[in-house]
């Protein structure tokens, strides 16, 4: 488990080693124009901590657009756009911070969020 306190820059180098050097949400591989930033999945304002379990690497772009979108309704989007979204990739963090909120505790606010997008992610792979 990744230490908690880590700063942006060490998560974001982190995440692409964990999940590939491309952007989880439409797949553009980051080189000089794509620049990867830390995207939340459970976002700051629902409770979602700045922890590595927490983050993907996306471009600006997907991160800009797709703002306070639950994960599961930015994957849709991003299918509707004719992208190739990484859903696995999105089920393996949300599952990990799950792992990660049971071991550390606390992130009360958090919570529902998290079980509510794990339940939609699971019903979209049945």
Request: positive net charge; aromatic residues 4%; glycine residues 8%.
């Amino acid at each position: 488990m990744a230490d908690p306190l880590l700063d942006r820059a060490a998560r974001l180098t982190l995440a692409i080693a964990r999940d590939g050097d491309d952007c989880a949400w439409c797949r553009r591989p980051f080189t000089g124009q794509v620049t990867p930033t830390t995207d939340h999945l459970v976002p700051r304002v629902k409770g979602g901590p700045s922890w590595l379990e927490n983050e993907v690497a996306a471009c600006r772009r997907c991160n800009r657009a797709r703002g306070h979108l639950s994960p599961s309704d930015w994957l849709a989007e991003c299918e509707r756009r004719g992208w190739h979204p990484d859903t696995d990739r999105v089920t393996r963090v949300l599952t990990a911070l799950a792992g990660a909120i049971t071991v550390r505790g606390g992130q009360r606010r958090a919570r529902p969020y998290l079980e509510g997008q794990l339940r939609r992610l699971r019903r979209r792979a049945a």
